[in-house]
């Protein structure tokens, strides 16, 4: 069984901090990587997706990823009351594999 | 583009009643899936269509939870009957296909049982 571990939290992080959310994942063969934000109440929205080893940024996210030990994590810069929420990642192998995604860690961002 | 939707938003029903969920996925996608999100947990797979054909429907409860997509785009959820433990938003995502393209969630049904 194809495995995602996050800690369920909460993150609590003063406003305009560094907020740090990791994930491990059990199958070594995962190809793509996702962040998904969750609000209560709300659906998942997709904010940031990994492929290849290293780091990538999008504005206040950067994406991290090391396959050789099985972690990918989200780094939120300049973080905001407003990224307070649920943060779900998700993996995926390649070809017609679905979505498996952890539990999801909750984050909350302190004024 | 318009979005995944997907109808009711809510519903309340008793143990041992049938529900059905509808979902039109995002328009050429041609994955779609069918998650169960139990509060406080992460979305859980129930099934995986690619077209019109099933490719992963191994944690769905097939006795008294079946889904199809007729013509490869719409798709109905059912459940019959229903537990109290099904309580949960149901949600339907779609993707262009599977794989390495991202997935795009509907708003989700929350369904009550009681």
């Known amino acids: 069984q194809k495995e995602v571990e996050q800690n369920s939290g909460p993150l609590s992080v003063p406003e305009g901090a560094i907020a740090s959310l990791n994930c491990t994942y059990s199958d070594r063969g995962s190809q793509s990587f996702f962040w998904y934000r969750q609000y209560s109440g709300k659906s998942p929205e997709l904010i940031m997706f990994?492929?290849?080893?290293g780091d990538k940024e999008d504005g206040r996210f950067t994406a991290q990823l090391n396959k050789a030990s099985q972690y990918v994590s989200l780094l939120i810069r300049d973080s905001q009351p407003s990224d307070s929420a649920t943060y779900l990642c998700?993996?995926?192998?390649?070809?017609?594999?679905?979505?498996?995604f952890g539990k999801g860690t909750r984050l909350s961002v302190i004024a | 583009e318009a979005g995944v939707a997907q109808s009711p938003r809510y519903k309340i029903i008793e143990k041992r009643q049938s529900v059905a969920f509808w979902c039109n996925p995002i328009s050429g996608h041609a994955t779609l899936y069918w998650y169960q999100q139990i509060l406080g947990q992460g979305p859980k797979l129930l099934i995986q269509f690619q077209n019109n054909g099933v490719v992963d429907d191994s944690q769905l409860p097939k006795d008294r939870f079946s889904a199809e997509r007729l013509k490869g785009v719409d798709s109905t959820l059912k459940i019959q009957p229903a537990k109290l433990e099904d309580s949960a938003v149901y949600l339907c995502a779609s993707s262009l296909n599977t794989g390495s393209t991202e997935a795009f969630f509907g708003q989700g049904t929350r369904l009550t049982v009681v």
């Open positions: 998700a993996v995926t192998s390649s070809g017609n594999t679905p979505l498996v």
């Open positions: 990994i492929y290849s080893n």
